[in-house]
């Protein structure tokens, strides 16, 4: 009588087995595009020209003498379509034929190029504060815009919260809707900054080591009026301002998101669209997504930036 055992079941025993499903990437949250105002009165050209006017002045009038009529200070603002993008795949016929994954790997593939198309724009709307001068105070009345963390070793503190809220409001901004998107690090020196978590110095932070500050990407609490967002976008920013550097620095964001005064400005001239075909002569399916868009900085008395060191983690 013939038995089995592993000894000599070797071509019936399989070694590996692989599973049915594919194994996907994490993926962030995306926030940036909700604060840019998107042009819709720009159906067509590059160029879209905004004209500005300034504030009037008062003198002082004196009896029988002539008024001096004055010219109110006049400018342009203009943004140009300048980004065309695209993320784009294929698969051979023969490929699609021989491969066990080819029904699930070409089903992911449009999702996976908005995504990226996505991306890309969140990436380019966080990155434009560095439309302020680099190593530069960019004060507005007085208040700088852009400044290196108080906090130690140049991590960021409430302070610098304080500060950046005062910048916007010398610079007549709304105190309404006070956004500010800041990088992963900047939670952690929060929850580990020890005259914080001591709950009865400060009790707003209580419950802070039980469940985190944040929850998704957006702080629990609201920090001198702003709501915080985390962001692994942001720009990065190695400068010296003042007295103090960053040597592993990014570029914190501030603003007020009010409608009427929203910081940034953009305009779609082509949405994404997906174009599939099936190539005769490659013998292979095509995926491609495309868009074409501009964003740029429309009023920068509406961006602080506090640029914080990340390497202190």
Known sequence: MSSFHTGNMDALIRS????????????????????????????????FTIPSIGQASVQTITENEAVVYEAMDTGEFQFTIDQYIGSAHYITRKAMQDSFYANELISQFIPKERRAIEEQIETKVLNLSASQTAADTNAINGADHRFVATG?????????????????????????????????????????????????NNPRWEGIIASSITS?????????????????????????IGALTTAAGVANMFFSAEASVLPFIGAFRQFPIVDTEFNKDRQRDEYITTTRYGVKLYRPENLVCVLSDTDQV
């Open 16 to 47: 590996e087995v692989w599973s049915r499903e594919l194994k996907d990437i994490l993926l962030d949250d995306l926030n940036a595009q909700r604060w840019v105002r998107w042009l819709t009165e720009f159906p067509d050209g590059t160029t």
């Open 152 to 200: 130690t070793n140049e991590v960021m503190a409430p302070t610098d919260f304080a500060k950046a809220r005062y910048g916007l409001k010398k610079a007549n901004v709304p105190m309404t809707d006070l956004i500010a998107i800041v990088d992963p690090s900047v939670a952690f020196a929060l929850e580990t900054a020890t005259n914080l978590v001591n709950v009865s």
């Open 216 to 240: 998704g990407m957006r702080f629990v609490r609201n920090i001198y009026g702003f709501d915080v967002y985390e962001s692994n976008y942001l720009a990065t920013a190695n400068e010296t």
